[in-house]
Nanobody, 125 residues
Framework: QVQLVESGGGLVQPGGSLRLSCAVSGSSLDYYAIAWFRQAPGKGREAVLCISSSDEGTYYPNSVTGRSTISRDNAKNTVYLQMNSLKPEDTAVYYC??????????????????WGQGTQVTVSS
């Protein structure tokens, strides 16, 4: 089973940027679509973006649309989430998750089979 480890979270001021990383081990990233989710305090887990094994991005409708991009480096077995123009409401724990080859169309958590432990992103002045 593939293992996922997120990194890159932290405290950032409103309007700032962060790049999160999801390092994949236990199998080649070539076989997996990887999605980013987030969970704010007191709220459910929300799908943010997904990238398929063929490098096609899937944008799930949410408030980060247009402010974030997803990319992958299969040589490094790592997927990145670049977030710009961050807002306080982007404060959440960010998780990456894997699915085989294709991004599930609706972004349901149950469609993904492995998860990382999460990295905290706090947007505050």
């Amino acid at each position: 089973q593939v293992q996922l480890v997120e990194s890159g979270g932290g405290l950032v001021q409103p309007g700032g940027s962060l790049r999160l990383s999801c390092a994949v081990s236990g199998s080649s990233l070539d076989y997996y679509a990887i999605a980013w989710f987030r969970q704010a305090p007191g709220k459910g887990r929300e799908a943010v973006l997904c990238i398929s094994s063929s490098d096609e991005g899937t944008y799930y409708p949410n408030s980060v649309t247009g402010r974030s991009t997803i990319s992958r480096d299969n040589a490094k077995n790592t997927v990145y989430l670049q977030m710009n123009s961050l807002k306080p409401e982007d404060t959440a724990v960010y998780y990456c998750a894997s699915a085989f080859y294709y991004c599930p169309p609706h972004g349901y958590s149950s469609d993904f089979n492995s998860w990382g432990q999460g990295t905290q992103v706090t947007v505050s002045s």
